[in-house]
C-alpha cells in the first residue's frame, strides 16, 4: 500500500489542483454554500480519517444536551441505505452507519441521530419534523462545501499534523493544507498527556493560525473499565485476551493496553472494516474480545460473540476546555 502510494506521487499535483479549484469557487461565490437559519457546528479534519472526529461530536453533545434538543447528521458510511435517514428504535449498522449507531446507541434519548450525504438536504428534513432540533452537529463534514456551517472545528492528530502532509494519494490530505484557513477552532488531538508547554508553541508556530482562530490540544481519555451488554470488567483483571480494531489508527489504544502491563494478541482490520462470516468464526475461538466502542457497534450483533465482547470507553479532555466552552457557547447565543 505505502509503495503503491509512492508510485502515484505523479497524480498529486492534479489531485491538488482539482481540490484547490474547487475550493476557490466556493470562496468567490460561484459555487454556493447555503446558509441555515439554525446553529450548525461542523467537526472534520483535513486528513482521511483517524483524527477523533467521534469523540469530538460526544464532547459538544455532553456540553450542550441539556440545554438545547440537538442533532447529529452525518453521511452514514457505509451503510446499506439512501437518503435521509432519522435513527430510531429500528436502527441498524447497516441502516445509518457504525458511528451515527453508536451515538443513537449512547444518547437516543437526548439527540436525534440522522444520516444524509446530501447535508443541504438533510438539514431540510430535520427542520420539517415535529420536534425539530435547535442546533445540528455536521460529523466530518469540513468538505462538505454545499453548507456554510456557522461554527468550524478542525482536527488534526499529534503525530500526524496536516502541517507536515500532502495531499492524496501519496499524503493523506483531503485538501490542501490552506484549506485550514476556514475553521473557528484547530484542535490537535490525542496529544501525549505530559506535552510541555515548548512542544505546544512549536506546533503553534507551524500550524499559524490566523487572527480569527485559536488552537487548542486535547487528549485521550481511557476508561479503567471495560464494557459488555450486561456486565463491566476493570482492565486490571484482564489476562490474555485479544484486541480486535476496526479503526484508522489503533496505535494510541495498543500503546495504552501496554503500559498496563497486559497481554494480549492484535487483529488489526483496516477503518470502518465489514466483518464477514469467516472474521466472526475466527472471533468464535478467542476467549475474550475488546474491541473500540465503534467496532462494539458491528459486532455486538453475532450472538456466538455476546458473552465475550467488550468494548473500551474512550473520551477527549481538552486543554483550557473552559474557553473552547464559551466560544462555542458564545457563538451560539449570535444565532438562537
Known amino acids: 500500500m505505502i509503495f503503491l ?35 450548525v457546528i461542523c467537526v472534520g479534519n483535513l486528513s482521511a480519517g483517524g ?66 450525504a446530501d447535508r443541504n438536504n438533510g438539514i431540510k428534513q ?41 495531499v492524496l494519494p501519496t499524503g493523506n490530505l483531503r485538501e490542501p493544507r490552506n484549506g485550514a484557513k476556514r475553521a473557528n477552532i484547530i484542535v490537535v488531538t490525542k496529544c501525549p498527556k505530559d506535552l510541555g508547554d515548548k512542544e505546544k508553541s512549536r506546533i503553534l508556530q507551524q500550524i499559524n493560525p490566523k487572527a480569527h482562530q485559536q488552537v487548542f490540544f486535547s487528549s485521550i481519555s481511557y476508561s479503567n473499565s471495560i464494557i459488555s451488554s450486561n456486565t463491566t470488567k476493570a482492565i486490571e483483571d484482564l489476562k490474555d485476551f485479544t484486541l480486535v480494531t476496526g479503526i484508522a489508527n489503533a ?14 494478541e492484535h487483529l488489526n482490520f483496516k477503518d470502518h472494516h465489514e466483518f464477514l462470516k469467516q472474521d466472526i468464526l475466527e472471533l468464535d475461538q478467542r476467549e475474550l474480545i475488546v474491541t473500540t466502542e465503534k467496532d ?13 465482547l467488550f468494548y473500551l470507553p474512550i473520551s477527549i479532555v481538552i486543554n483550557d476546555e473552559v474557553v473552547v466552552n464559551k466560544l462555542i457557547r458564545d457563538f451560539l447565543k449570535t444565532k438562537l
Open 251 to 264: 496505535s494510541p489504544l495498543v500503546r495504552f493496553l501496554k503500559e498496563k502491563g497486559l497481554e494480549f
Open 51 to 116: 483524527t477523533g472526529k467521534t469523540p469530538m461530536i460526544e464532547y459538544l453533545i455532553n456540553l450542550l444536551k441539556d440545554d438545547y434538543l440537538i442533532a447529529t447528521l452525518s453521511r452514514g458510511y457505509k451503510r446499506k441505505t439512501d437518503g435521509f435517514q432519522l435513527a430510531n428504535n429500528n436502527a441498524t449498522v447497516e441502516s445509518i452507519g457504525d458511528e451515527p449507531f453508536q451515538f443513537y446507541n449512547k444518547f437516543k434519548k437526548e439527540v436525534l441521530v440522522a444520516v444524509d
Open 126 to 166: 430535520l427542520q420539517s419534523i415535529d420536534n425539530r432540533p435547535e442546533i445540528i452537529l455536521l460529523d466530518d463534514a469540513f468538505q462538505h462545501r454545499k453548507v456554510k456551517a456557522g461554527f468550524n472545528i478542525l482536527l488534526t492528530t499529534y503525530s500526524n499534523p496536516y502541517f507536515k502532509d500532502i
Open 296 to 308: 462494539f457497534m458491528r459486532l455486538k450483533q453475532y450472538k456466538p460473540l455476546k458473552d465475550k
Open 5 to 39: 502510494r509512492y508510485i502515484l506521487f505523479p497524480v498529486v499535483p492534479i489531485y491538488y489542483l482539482i481540490t484547490w479549484l474547487r475550493n476557490k469557487l466556493y470562496d468567490f461565490g460561484i459555487k454556493k454554500s447555503i446558509s441555515h437559519s439554525l446553529p
